[in-house]
């Protein structure tokens, strides 16, 4: 991690952490701020939804001193600047490159995205989680052209299996990237400094930011025994 000792500090990709990430965010930083959960609306008819849990919950004292901020919204439609980003991120092969990787390799990334251990509905079918993700792993998934638009079409219509597939491997694509520019866009607009326990995340953030050239402030902590 960066030594620079960063006063604002804003964890990245998801919208809680560890709690012993957090006790070491504490000793680096002098506040924490998170996002709320992220429910993107792919269209007016799909969107995500889940449980508003926050940080503050279980740590109201730290909101009472202000070393833990929350509340950033980043749910709803995806305004025209955020898919435009989101589309860069998926027509860049390196970036894809390093998502399929993760993909393949990281088990929290995996959760994230899938959940393994839950079945999921593909097209008609209920396949179970681990035979899921395996097929999604082949590296056809990788080499496939994506961008915004497909992956709403594919979620407003009956889909094959096949194209379920496609629709999943593709909206994975589009959380990601998402996460990824709401933290830009977060950091530059509250002037904070972007912080992550994820590797995979990290790595796709500092993508893109040399893409796009935006400012490569970017924080990794290393997890090791939780």
């Given at each position: ?89 998926l027509h860049d092969p ?59 079409a594919l979620s ?71």
């Amino acid at each position: 991690m960066n030594r620079h000792r960063a006063p604002h500090a804003l964890f990245y990709p998801f919208h809680l952490c560890h709690s012993e990430t957090l006790a070491r965010l504490l000793t680096r930083f002098a506040t924490i701020h998170f996002r709320d959960f992220m429910a993107l609306q792919l269209t007016p008819m799909s969107g995500m939804t889940a449980f508003q849990d926050r940080m503050g919950m279980s740590f109201p004292d730290l909101i009472d001193s202000g070393r833990l901020v929350q509340g950033y919204d980043v749910s709803g439609a995806l305004s025209p600047t955020v898919a435009a980003a989101i589309d860069r991120d998926l027509h860049d092969p390196l970036w894809r490159a390093h998502f399929h990787m993760a993909l393949r390799q990281d088990r929290r990334l995996q959760r994230g995205l899938f959940e393994p251990s839950h079945s999921l509905r593909i097209g008609d079918s209920l396949v179970p989680g681990p035979a899921a993700l395996l097929r999604l792993m082949d590296d056809s998934f990788r080499q496939h052209s994506y961008d915004l638009e497909q992956v709403r079409a594919l979620s407003e219509s009956r889909v094959s299996l096949k194209e379920g597939y496609h629709f999943e491997y593709g909206l994975a694509l589009v959380k990601t990237s998402a996460s990824l520019v709401y933290t830009q866009t977060l950091a530059l607009t509250h002037q904070l400094q972007p912080v992550t326990d994820s590797p995979a995340h990290f790595t796709l953030y500092a993508q893109s930011c040399i893409r796009e050239n935006w400012l490569r402030t970017n924080h990794l902590l290393i997890r090791a025994g939780y």
